[in-house]
């Protein structure tokens, strides 16, 4: 018996300072969002090489790899099917293959991914064929199917690494109904994050019991639409108001951001957006204290780093160069001719021959009586010349489709009025700014100098009209006549084409602006495209073959003794010229 003993005390010693033995455990976590179809570091558009991308985000991720080997987890937050001739070659000509936003998140070994807004404006038809193709979860706990009741998407995912369990909770903007017709999202319906987040966070924590939880939220940080049922942007809402979560990745609103917040349980959560266009990642490193099974300390730190400077993978694009090759042959396609330049920046400061040729076009494809459209890209420019089938991404840059709706005319107005006080300052003196500008937004991929989004500066085709800058917001828009020269009248019904965005909603200048009720817009709407906006403005350049776009010169600033040199100094600050 004392044998016995003494040898199973000498056990109980071994294995006591075995079981006291920490282990460290890190793991890494790289999430990329709204990539907008920047694969490859070549704008298909411009024809210029393209900074950041896919490409190099490949040779980072692979380097990562090399050190954390399966302890590295990689994320993408949406947004990923629009934005280059590459998606809307693969979403609507060769639909047949693989899309290839499939092909770039399998081929880097995604482990999970959330679908963004832009994700679903192309349809059921594409997306839902997407979803099939990718092979990682794509996850939205807020997006519900209508006939279930449950998550249409995985509402998250769960990972192991070394006994560590990690769960990615998945959340959309539930904006869209702001933005897109319907049809395009029937049988679905999007919840209000925080109560979504709420709901999963405790069916997570009950039934899997992560040592990790990770928002990945398709939402920006703050702002945006703001209903009474729901916020557009809630991410940092969620993360203040959820308990639980370590870490909140998010996007939608193309702005970088870092920062650790303190929740309402008292508790740090790292959250960080790495913007747009794969020109940046979030980069998060996490490190864990183990004894025995049990996490007893938990540090997580988090950057956004830029990837411009990274090198590019051959690899990576060796493997989609006959990709590449399809989508070069595709955007080389003659479709017209036009006699002079014309550049969106011009549309900031009066009539312009870009925006006008847009509303022109709309004029004719729809005959309607009046148009709206705003400039979508910040500098975009097409030269004289040929116009090939890529030039037709710097014209249009969406797949909006395009309405006709029944306004009034003083709908039309306040429609107009609530654009341009988003948009011109209320100049005091001459030495004002003629915009609406915020010096904070430079560096804002949206902004990007103005106040407010340019793609809600509407203006007008088919009216005459001036905008006094010096009178006060609601009062600058004094319609004219319209521009066949009969009268103006703000109690007459007319004919206004619009792009879906603008609606459905988008932007709220119809509802907020015009001070038409939301449930109302549908009714409003007589004729809808089949197709997107971009082909039927391609349609009409091959049938007019050669074009000398100039400006209307139907609307503008007044008193022009203030607004020119103001217009001067504005365009300097914004465009350097």
């Given at each position: 018996?004392?044998?016995?003993?003494?040898?199973?005390?000498?056990?109980?010693?071994?294995?006591?300072?075995?079981?006291?033995?920490?282990?460290?455990?890190?793991?890494?976590?790289i999430?990329?969002?709204?990539?907008?179809?920047s694969?490859?570091?070549?704008?298909?558009?411009?024809?210029?090489?393209?900074?950041g991308?896919?490409?190099?985000?490949?040779?980072?991720?692979?380097?990562?790899?090399?050190?954390?080997?399966?302890?590295?987890?990689?994320?993408?937050n949406?947004?990923?099917?629009?934005?280059?001739?590459?998606?809307?070659?693969?979403n609507?000509?060769?639909?047949?293959?693989?899309?290839?936003?499939?092909?770039?998140?399998?081929?880097l070994?995604?482990?999970?991914?959330?679908?963004g807004?832009?994700d679903?404006e192309?349809?059921?038809?594409?997306?839902?064929?997407w979803?099939?193709?990718?092979?990682?979860?794509?996850?939205?706990?807020?997006?519900?199917?209508?006939?279930?009741?449950?998550?249409?998407?995985?509402?998250?995912?769960?990972?192991?690494?070394?006994?560590?369990?990690i769960?990615?909770?998945g959340?959309?903007t539930?904006?869209?109904?702001?933005?897109?017709?319907t049809?395009?999202w029937?049988?679905?319906?999007?919840?209000?994050?925080?109560?979504?987040?709420?709901?999963?966070?405790?069916?997570?924590?009950?039934?899997?019991?992560?040592?990790i939880?990770?928002g990945?939220f398709h939402?920006?940080?703050e702002?945006?639409?703001?209903?009474?049922?729901?916020?557009?942007?809630?991410?940092?809402?969620?993360?203040?108001?959820v308990?639980?979560?370590?870490?909140v990745?998010?996007?939608h609103?193309h702005?970088?951001?870092h920062?650790?917040?303190t929740?309402?349980?008292?508790?740090?959560?790292?959250?960080?957006?790495?913007?747009?266009?794969?020109?940046?990642?979030?980069?998060v490193?996490?490190?864990?204290?183990?004894?025995?099974?049990k996490v007893?300390?938990?540090?997580?730190?988090?950057?956004?780093?830029?990837?411009?400077?990274?090198?590019?993978?051959?690899?990576?694009?060796?493997?989609?160069?006959?990709?590449?090759?399809?989508?070069?042959?595709?955007?080389n396609?003659k479709?017209?001719e036009?006699k002079?330049?014309?550049y969106t920046?011009?549309?900031?400061?009066?009539?312009?021959?870009?925006?006008?040729?847009?509303?022109?076009?709309?004029?004719?494809?729809?005959?309607?009586?009046?148009a709206?459209?705003a400039?979508?890209?910040?500098?975009?420019?097409?030269?004289?010349?040929?116009?090939?089938?890529?030039?037709?991404?710097?014209?249009?840059r969406?797949?909006?489709?395009?309405?006709?709706?029944?306004?009034?005319?003083?709908e039309?107005?306040?429609h107009?009025?609530?654009?341009?006080?988003?948009?011109?300052?209320?100049?005091?003196?001459p030495?004002?700014?003629?915009?609406?500008?915020?010096?904070?937004?430079?560096?804002?991929?949206?902004?990007?100098?103005?106040?407010?989004?340019?793609?809600?500066?509407?203006?007008?085709?088919?009216?005459?009209y001036?905008?006094?800058?010096?009178?006060?917001?609601?009062?600058?828009?004094?319609i004219?006549?319209?521009?066949n020269?009969?009268?103006?009248?703000?109690r007459?019904?007319?004919?206004?084409a619009?792009?879906s965005?603008?609606?459905?909603?988008?932007?709220?200048l119809?509802?907020?602006?015009a001070?038409?009720?939301?449930?109302?817009?549908?009714?409003?709407?007589i004729?809808?495209?089949?197709?997107?906006?971009?082909?039927?403005?391609?349609?009409?350049?091959?049938?007019q073959?050669?074009?000398?776009?100039?400006?209307?010169?139907?609307?503008?600033f007044?008193?022009?003794?203030w607004?020119?040199?103001?217009?001067?100094?504005?365009?300097?600050l914004?465009?350097k010229?």
């Amino acid at each position: 018996m004392k044998k016995a003993f003494a040898v199973c005390l000498v056990a109980l010693c071994m294995t006591i300072p075995t079981m006291a033995k920490q282990k460290t455990i890190r793991i890494k976590v790289i999430e990329t969002s709204d990539v907008h179809g920047s694969f490859f570091p070549y704008d298909f558009i411009t024809r210029q090489p393209k900074a950041g991308t896919m490409a190099r985000v490949s040779h980072y991720v692979k380097l990562a790899r090399e050190e954390y080997g399966e302890n590295l987890i990689l994320l993408d937050n949406g947004d990923i099917l629009q934005g280059q001739p590459t998606c809307y070659y693969s979403n609507f000509i060769d639909t047949d293959h693989t899309n290839i936003a499939a092909e770039v998140i399998n081929y880097l070994k995604y482990d999970a991914q959330t679908i963004g807004n832009h994700d679903v404006e192309p349809g059921h038809d594409v997306y839902d064929k997407w979803i099939r193709e990718v092979k990682c979860p794509m996850l939205g706990a807020n997006v519900i199917d209508t006939k279930t009741g449950k998550p249409y998407l995985q509402p998250y995912a769960i990972f192991k690494r070394e006994g560590i369990k990690i769960a990615v909770i998945g959340l959309l903007t539930p904006a869209i109904p702001n933005w897109l017709s319907t049809n395009i999202w029937s049988g679905m319906r999007f919840e209000e994050m925080v109560s979504s987040a709420k709901y999963w966070m405790k069916q997570v924590q009950e039934t899997e019991h992560p040592d990790i939880v990770i928002g990945l939220f398709h939402s920006g940080k703050e702002g945006g639409i703001s209903t009474s049922e729901y916020d557009e942007d809630a991410s940092i809402k969620v993360a203040k108001e959820v308990p639980g979560f370590d870490i909140v990745l998010f996007g939608h609103d193309h702005t970088r951001f870092h920062d650790i917040i303190t929740n309402n349980a008292g508790q740090k959560v790292v959250c960080l957006d790495p913007a747009n266009n794969a020109l940046s990642i979030a980069d998060v490193s996490i490190e864990l204290k183990m004894k025995g099974k049990k996490v007893v300390d938990k540090y997580i730190t988090g950057g956004i780093i830029n990837v411009a400077d990274q090198p590019i993978d051959e690899a990576y694009m060796q493997h989609f160069q006959p990709r590449i090759d399809e989508v070069n042959n595709f955007v080389n396609r003659k479709i017209g001719e036009f006699k002079s330049s014309i550049y969106t920046r011009d549309s900031y400061f009066g009539s312009s021959a870009f925006n006008d040729l847009i509303l022109n076009l709309e004029l004719q494809i729809t005959n309607a009586d009046i148009a709206f459209n705003a400039p979508l890209s910040f500098n975009a420019s097409i030269k004289e010349g040929p116009i090939t089938m890529s030039d037709m991404f710097s014209l249009y840059r969406y797949e909006n489709q395009l309405y006709v709706m029944r306004l009034t005319g003083e709908e039309i107005r306040k429609h107009l009025e609530m654009s341009y006080d988003l948009w011109v300052n209320t100049m005091q003196s001459p030495d004002d700014h003629l915009l609406l500008l915020d010096e904070r937004t430079s560096g804002d991929q949206q902004r990007l100098g103005f106040k407010n989004f340019s793609f809600n500066f509407d203006s007008a085709a088919g009216i005459d009209y001036e905008v006094d800058v010096t009178k006060p917001d609601g009062q600058k828009v004094r319609i004219l006549k319209m521009s066949n020269g009969q009268p103006f009248d703000e109690r007459k019904w007319y004919k206004v084409a619009v792009n879906s965005y603008r609606g459905n909603g988008g932007g709220e200048l119809l509802t907020r602006g015009a001070g038409i009720p939301r449930d109302s817009l549908e009714s409003r709407i007589i004729w809808r495209s089949e197709k997107d906006q971009r082909y039927y403005l391609m349609k009409e350049i091959e049938k007019q073959q050669v074009m000398d776009p100039q400006p209307n010169n139907n609307w503008r600033f007044v008193p022009e003794e203030w607004v020119k040199p103001a217009a001067e100094r504005d365009r300097k600050l914004l465009f350097k010229q």
